[in-house]
């Protein structure tokens, strides 16, 4: 199970930090990943990183914005978010795309001034 | 840059109709392809897995198949609670994890 936590109204330009808590499965030896949905968009998905967070990967559009991490010992994976623009507004989703895929319920973020 | 194309972005059907809608990996993705439904205000579920895999619990009527990079959806029987969304995905394997553009499913 995965449950996310953390979206706000922010104004443009603010920052936000997502968190992302789960249980039920070994989560020290999958690599996460955040997705998001846009109001009436598509899925898009976001960052990923691995078991050991040695590989991280972000889409174009939020690289030097958007920092993905995780604490295995907590089970918890974060994002934190900078410099927010009107297009990063959507549902935050934290997901894990293995042999196993699981999906959490999302979190919104707003961003609007 | 890796894409998924997935089309078409809609389409309208009457029930009992066989439906079909295609993705296309820029790629080679072997078979790491996964098929989604999503309703509207909902989470996706997953529907087909390893591009030809049902998943459990989902109605036989929904079959994948495809290799590489050109992989199909099917609906045997279009049925009213079929209505939603179907979004097609490169799945565990190194990122990007990319969806496609999603396909809008309603009834005639």
């Known amino acids: 199970q995965l449950m996310e936590s953390g979206g706000d109204l922010v104004k443009p330009g603010g920052s936000l930090r997502l968190s992302c808590s789960a249980s039920?499965?070994?989560?020290?030896?999958?690599?996460m990943n955040w997705v998001r949905q846009a109001p009436g968009k598509g899925l898009e998905w976001v960052a990923s990183i691995s078991s050991s967070s040695s590989a991280i990967n972000y889409i174009d559009s939020v690289k030097g914005r958007f920092t993905i991490s995780r604490d295995n010992a907590q089970n918890s994976l974060f994002l934190q978010m900078n410099n927010l623009r009107g297009e990063d507004a959507a549902i935050y989703y934290c997901?894990?795309?293995?042999?196993?895929?699981?999906w959490g319920q999302g979190t919104p973020v707003t961003v609007s001034s | 840059d890796f894409q998924m194309t997935q089309s078409p972005s809609s389409l309208s059907a009457s029930v009992g109709d066989r439906v079909t809608i295609t993705c296309r990996a820029s790629q080679d993705i072997r078979n790491y392809l996964v098929w989604y439904q999503q309703r509207p205000g909902k989470v996706p579920t997953l529907l087909i897995y390893a591009a030809s895999k049902l998943q459990s619990g989902v109605p036989s009527r929904f079959s994948g198949s495809g290799f590489g990079t050109d992989f199909t959806l099917t609906i045997a029987g279009l049925q009213p609670e079929d209505v939603a969304t179907y979004y097609c995905q490169k799945y565990n394997s190194a990122p990007p994890l990319t969806f496609g553009g999603g396909t809008k499913v309603e009834i005639k």
């Open positions: 039920g499965f070994n989560f020290k030896i999958y690599s």
């Open positions: 997901a894990l795309f293995a042999g196993v895929i699981l």
